[in-house]
């Protein structure tokens, strides 16, 4: 609890330093904020805590509790790859403050415990990505990205919406357990089970599973890098645990009405996103396919059907890897690409003239397709094991078969850093600040203890 009060501290400092001219500490306070928030965390994690005064719609137990660490700790990592961002002081202050305001939604949305407190979380983390994926100005592709992201944001809000007055209207109450027990009776309205569909319609949506994904390529590719990074890491976390918290637990009496149809958008978008990615010559759509097909796997452990704690570490344990290597992966091609497009081309020779660069992409890269030494492998390996004990093991080979495509994509990024070098001489005069070699440093340790050690790595807290 005091983590998110921590934050909303922060982004209301960051409010104020327009008026009391502290521009220049902004920056810092921010990652002590977040630090700060991640102290409290660790203090609480003994004590679960549940606002009474809201009527309990907020809920921070063990599991808000690890997956909100995870939130901090990547945000952190963003902040150090994003100083530049910052360097612009007019918009210094909104910057600074949309992005805390967006992680203040995302660590709402992983301690929800009411209807009310999920739409509340959901729209306090869209909002300011809307804003900040058309922050650059003067980019007809950014102001198209933010447009585009915030008209069918909309939509995707109006189904949520639908969704639970429709689930309202079944049980009389925002309450999930009380919504748990309505469905759990033998009289169930019809229409309680589309409500529970428009829920599911308007989540797969914010984390780009087909066929709601249409929009991913074209934000990612014209949304400024380093808001590509921040959006494909925190909303993928926050959305997957009020996914898991949602159909595993709270709508499980009605998992026969729903589980097809989560197969079915699962296979569409393993078959979607690999053969999209394998086209790709920007980067940014080429990691955008590459999130859809990993929002997929995540969504696998739905239909795992294992209500267990053992689905909450493989979730955790995912996410942590996912959100690592896609931080790490966009700082490095953002100071690769510097003001160009950001087309594969520009990593030529980047193994010649930047080999640490070079070799924490590769990392970065190796993790997301999932081979082994690093955290990817054993992310993708706990969520197809929990498939072993469900009815749709067949789905492990689809997983199987989409990852090694995954491979194939991930591997021409590879081979190309391998290639003659550039001809663009100016391509490789890069200026790595300290906090930038701290993040690349950090992140290329934590991927491989992770994958080496994962047992080592606090993510079996949750007993």
Request: glycine content about 4%; hydrophobic content about 55%.
């Amino acid at each position: 609890m005091w983590a998110l009060v921590t934050i909303l501290i922060s982004g209301i400092i960051a409010l104020l330093t327009e008026i009391f001219n502290f521009k220049k500490a902004l920056y810092g306070l921010s990652l002590l904020g977040i630090l700060i928030a991640l102290v409290f965390n660790v203090m609480e994690w003994n004590h679960p805590f549940s606002w009474e005064y809201s009527d309990s719609m907020v809920l921070f137990d063990k599991v808000a509790l690890a997956f909100s660490s995870v939130l901090l700790i990547t945000v952190f990592l963003w902040f150090l790859m994003s100083q530049s961002y910052f360097n612009e002081e007019t918009n210094l202050v909104e910057h600074t403050s949309l992005v805390l305001f967006s992680l203040i939604g995302s660590m709402l949305l992983v301690s929800f415990n009411n209807l009310v407190s999920l739409f509340l979380g959901i729209e306090i983390l869209s909002i300011p990505l809307y804003v900040l994926a058309a922050s650059n100005k003067k980019d007809i592709l950014s102001n198209e990205a933010g447009f585009k992201y915030l008209i069918m944001g909309s939509f995707a809000s109006g189904f949520l919406l639908f969704g639970i007055a429709l689930l309202y209207g079944a049980s009389g109450s925002f309450d999930l357990w009380t919504i748990y027990s309505t469905l759990s009776t033998d009289h169930v309205p019809t229409f309680a089970y589309t409500g529970i569909v428009m829920i599911l319609i308007a989540l797969a949506f914010k984390v780009s599973i087909a066929p709601f994904h249409f929009w991913t390529p074209d934000v990612y590719e014209g949304s400024p890098i380093v808001i590509t990074a921040l959006m494909s890491t925190i909303v993928k976390t926050s959305v997957f645990v009020a996914i898991m918290k949602l159909f595993l637990w709270y709508f499980y009496p009605a998992f026969n009405h729903y589980v097809e149809l989560v197969a079915g958008m699962i296979i569409l978008s393993l078959v979607v996103s690999n053969f999209s990615a394998l086209r790709q010559t920007n980067i940014k759509r080429l990691l955008a396919f590459s999130s859809i097909s990993h929002a997929s796997i995540m969504l696998l452990l739905v239909i795992a059907n294992i209500r267990n704690n053992s689905t909450i570490n493989a979730l955790l344990y995912y996410t942590f890897a996912y959100s690592i290597a896609n931080i790490t992966a966009f700082a490095v091609i953002r100071l690769i690409s510097q003001q160009q497009e950001e087309r594969i081309e520009v990593l030529k020779g980047l193994i010649y003239k930047q080999p640490l660069l070079a070799i924490t992409l590769m990392i970065a890269l190796l993790s997301m397709a999932g081979i082994p030494v690093t955290a990817g492998f054993f992310a993708k390996y706990y969520v197809l094991s929990a498939l072993m004990m469900s009815s749709y093991k067949w789905m492990i080979i689809a997983a199987i078969l989409a990852s090694i495509l995954g491979v194939v994509y991930y591997l021409k990024l590879i081979i190309t850093m391998f290639e003659k070098e550039s001809k663009q001489k100016d391509v490789w005069d890069i200026t790595i600040s300290s906090k930038e070699w701290v993040l690349l440093v950090v992140s290329l340790v934590l991927l491989i203890l992770a994958g080496v050690y994962p047992d080592g790595i606090a993510f079996y807290l949750i007993k």
